[in-house]
């Protein structure tokens, strides 16, 4: 059974750090890419990144770029996300979700709420 | 930069009736296409993917066409769970979502 579990979300200061995780279950982590996702509550998806199965590839979106940082440990079937320099509009539930070829996401976490605020 | 619309923004349809779901980009993304469905405190799921292609386990009254910019998601005859929010996605370079219609109970 294919279960994605986020954890770290939390309250944090503008301009602080948190570091998202996604442990990961039910196949073989190091076959597939991952995403993250964010949803502001009550709002649309909004992509944030997605890594490669090896770790060798990174995109971001635009508003996280240089601040986020997405990774991979194949060993422990765990995927993160280092959030760096936050601002009040990084507020959201953040999913993690298994990539497929096409970059579409087949499996989703039930997300992780991170909320910026001074 | 690539621009997805979804229309209409919510659609009120009884149970039994057919619901048609429009998306639009504002470039070519070929067939790279997706559409998820989310219901309240839910993640979302897949329904479809490479514009027409039903995901393990979608029943056969979910169907997508489309292709280059625009795309439809067709429920054929809407059931209780089927009320909920529906968005595509382009996959053709970054991923983008579109804003979402709101399907809801007439």
């Known amino acids: 059974q294919v279960q994605l579990v986020e954890s770290g979300g939390g309250v944090v200061q503008p301009g602080r750090s948190l570091r998202l995780s996604c442990e990961v279950s039910g196949f073989t982590f190091s076959d597939y890419a991952f995403h993250w996702v964010r949803q502001d509550p009550g709002k649309g998806l909004e992509w944030v990144a997605i890594i490669s199965y090896d770790g060798s590839q990174k995109y971001y979106a635009d508003s996280v770029k240089g601040r986020f940082t997405i990774s991979k440990d194949n060993s422990k079937n765990t995927l993160f996300l280092q959030m760096n320099s936050l601002r009040v509009e990084d507020t959201a539930l953040y999913y993690c979700?298994?990539?497929?070829?096409?970059?579409?996401?087949?499996?989703w976490g039930q997300g992780t709420l991170v909320t910026v605020s001074s | 930069e690539i621009v997805m619309t979804q229309s209409p923004v919510s659609l009120s349809v009884s149970p039994g009736e057919r619901a048609t779901l429009s998306c639009r980009a504002s470039?070519?993304?070929?067939?790279?296409l997706a559409w998820y469905k989310q219901k309240p405190g839910q993640a979302p799921r897949l329904l479809i993917y490479d514009a027409s292609t039903r995901a393990p386990g979608i029943p056969a009254r979910f169907s997508g066409s489309g292709s280059g910019t625009e795309f439809t998601l067709t429920i054929s005859s809407l059931q209780s769970e089927d009320f909920a929010i529906y968005y595509c996605q382009q996959y053709n370079n970054w991923p983008l979502f579109g804003g979402g219609t709101k399907v809801e109970i007439k």
């Open positions: 979700a298994r990539g497929s070829p096409g970059w579409y996401s087949d499996y």
């Open positions: 470039q070519s993304v070929g067939r790279n």
